[in-house]
């Protein structure tokens, strides 16, 4: 006889209230044979067919009004391969019934997702196509341990929350159907009743493709194929290779100038790739470019943590993007933002009805700066979809390196806190030993398993190690943005050079810990923006003094030890401050003799220079690799250094901080030779004064600063000279 369910079973199935839908729905061995049960709400009537023969072999009556159906297919014992044909009005369609599957996850990934150390649980948890027994779907899977219900809702079942509950895996709280027939492209999004029992519709946290805002759903799309890390983008990631790096928003690059809207992936691949492969750049960094809800906030409050956004086109026509670059003999970094996340309702915030992703106490998980809510970083799944989303980006985008933001702001917990605005850790002390870890973590496995790939921090502290091993107490990172040094060295250029003789300090000060950590130097979008003006503003004294010091300035960064980053526009002296609503000025560059042309040339031979000359970045991070030479003279504001490479070969640097030329200037050299002037910032090609040497400049055995050689140079106001040593 047939096992009928209770009324009082199926009225919480169908409002929502039974987190076990396989345990009633689907095919179930009794007594008079098989048993099938079906959640078809307005059809009319449904027959299960067996779908080795194609053939109707019971009809299911109507038990409930709502549209449960139950049959029951007599003298049959053992469950077997069966469809559902269903009647709606005139039509019929034979469908898979998403109830006669098994379960999905399998136990060692239950255990490692619990754990926190499953290498990709992008594989495992969203939205998969696959084919189950013969079958084309799509299986879905997301964690919320405390809800009561979760059901998968789209655009495949009428966005009807009663049609396709999901199994709750109370191992570890993740919820899994896998649906038939629903296809690549379609919209989805999870339908919640939280633990308290309010129902919220909610984007997938591990979508691979996510509407553009204001829309909010997420889309079923094939995870991108693995790309292999080449030789060639492992060197260029390496700590004696050059690195420059040419930070941009993508949004406000260029625009189309008839409506002032992006440019699309396809059209960045041509344009954007094709400029920064002509300056010389060797990297590419993009401002976040996840999914986030909100144009104002850059990408650094992203909500779609495994979606490229929509703004300017598809996954598929982002991956093609990092393609061209790479075709193109550049590197990509990714600004990714672990730190912080907004709390908009289709996202993260309350997941289930619980502090689920962020921290419970505001004390802990809001941020007061920017109104966001803070991962909780000591709960297993939410480092394993943190570690796990980074790992993502290199291994299925090809992305050559990710540049944390925010760093100082997850490891302290006291980050622009009050006291007793925060709360100490176990130990009473203020770091945030879980982000600490989560940190270590995901630097050691991206280390371990992805060679090639490097992690990059902005930390704006003096953290301790933070490019040390985690072995060595240090957070792994490979790169740290060196925050002090672009700090003091503006603050000495926004001085009228009438008062820097009193400062020198501020640009000498940066090498005495140059070789603590494996520096950065960013001129970055934190520094044109928020009413500080364009770089080119905070530069003192007449248009041509602003442009003089922004070029001097600039081939002094070049040479200085450490790698080089410099935000887009800065690369030809915009004179306004950056506007994410609308495009650089590249008008200013119409006039090819302007001084703003005169800018970009310069840029751009920097960084040929810059990459030509082993000196000026193969021992970056070794002390044997620079020497003062001349580093005191604050009356005159000059300052001298060589930069070496491995094999001694010379670079020697020199830079004039003031609008007076220096003629007979001396410099003590500790070898003879020909010092031939490689790059003058004060050349006419760069609309400059054109003061210089002719050329090449011969030693003399004339002892001065404590060496037996020395040169004598003319050094051009407000200008920087490279002097490349060669034998006689």
Known sequence: MSVLPDQHVINQLISGHYADPFSLL?????????????????????????????????????????????????????????????????????????????????????????????????????????????????????????????????????????????????ENGIWELFIPAVKQGQL??????????????????????????????????????KVPFSAERKKANAFNQPVSVYEVHLGSWRRHTDDNFWLSYGELAEQLVSYAKWMGFTHIELMPINEHPFDGSWGYQPLGMYAPTRRYGTPQEFKAFIDAAHDAGLNVILDWVPGHFPSDAHGLAQFDGTALYEYADPREGYHQDWNTLIYNYGRHEVRNYLAGNGFYWIERYGIDGLR???????????????????????????????????????????????????????????????????????????????????????NYMQLDPVHRKYHHHL???????????????????????????????????????????????????????????LFMGCEFAQGREWDFNNSLDWHLLDDQN?????????????????????????????????????????????????RRDEHGNEIIVVSNFTPVPRYDYRIGVGRPGRYHEVLNTDSHFYRGSNVGNGGDIYSHAHHHHQREHSISLTIPPLATLYLRREDL
């Open 507 to 565: 640009m000498t000060f940066g090498v005495l810990y140059a070789y603590s950590e494996n520096f950065i130097l960013p001129l970055s979008h934190d520094e044109v923006v928020h009413g500080k003006g364009s770089l080119l503003d905070r530069m003192p004294g007449d248009t041509w003094q602003k442009f003089a010091n922004l070029r001097a300035y600039y081939g002094f960064m070049w040479a200085h030890p450490g790698k080089k980053l």
């Open 404 to 490: 944390v933001d925010a760093v100082a702001s997850m490891i302290y917990r006291d980050y622009s806190r009050k006291p007793g605005e925060w709360v100490p850790n176990h130990y009473g002390g203020r770091e945030n030993l879980e982000a600490i870890s989560f940190l270590r973590y995901t630097n050691q496995t991206i280390g371990r398993e992805l060679d090639g790939a490097v992690t990059l921090a902005e930390e704006s502290t003096d953290y301790p190690g933070v490019t040390m091993p985690p072995d060595a107490n240090g957070l792994g990172f490979h790169y740290k943005w060196n925050m002090g040094w672009m700090h003091d060295s503006l």
């Open 26 to 170: 689907g095919m179930h061995a009794v007594a008079a044979g098989i048993e099938v049960r079906a959640l078809l709400p307005d059809a009319d009537q449904v027959w299960v067919v067996d779908a080795d023969k194609g053939t109707q072999v019971c009809e299911l009556r109507r038990y409930d009004d709502r549209g449960f159906f139950v049959g029951v297919i007599p003298r049959r014992k053992n469950p077997f391969r069966y469809q559902l044909d269903v009647r709606w009005g005139e039509n019929t369609h034979r469908l898979d019934d998403p109830y006669r599957f098994g379960t999905l996850l399998q136990e060692l990934d239950i255990w490692l997702l619990a754990e926190g150390t499953h290498l990709r649980p992008y594989e495992k948890l969203g939205a998969h196509p696959q084919v189950l027994d013969g079958v084309e779907g799509v299986s879905f899977a997301v964690w919320a341990p405390n809800a009561t219900r979760i059901s998968v809702v789209g655009e495949f079942n009428y966005w009807d929350g009663r049609r396709h509950p999901m199994r709750q895996r109370r």
């Open 594 to 642: 302007g001084w703003h042309s005169g800018v970009q040339h310069l840029v751009r031979d920097l960084n040929h220079v810059y990459r030509q000359q082993s000196p000026l970045y193969e021992l970056d991070f070794n002390p044997r690799g620079f020497e003062w030479l001349v580093v005191d003279d604050h009356e005159n504001s000059v300052f001298a250094f060589a």
């Open 188 to 225: 989805y999004k999870y339908e919640i009743i939280d633990c308290r029992g309010h129902v919220s519709l909610r984007a997938d946290p591990y979508a691979f493709e996510a509407q553009m805002r204001p829309e909010t759903a997420s889309l079923v799309r094939q995870l991108p194929e």
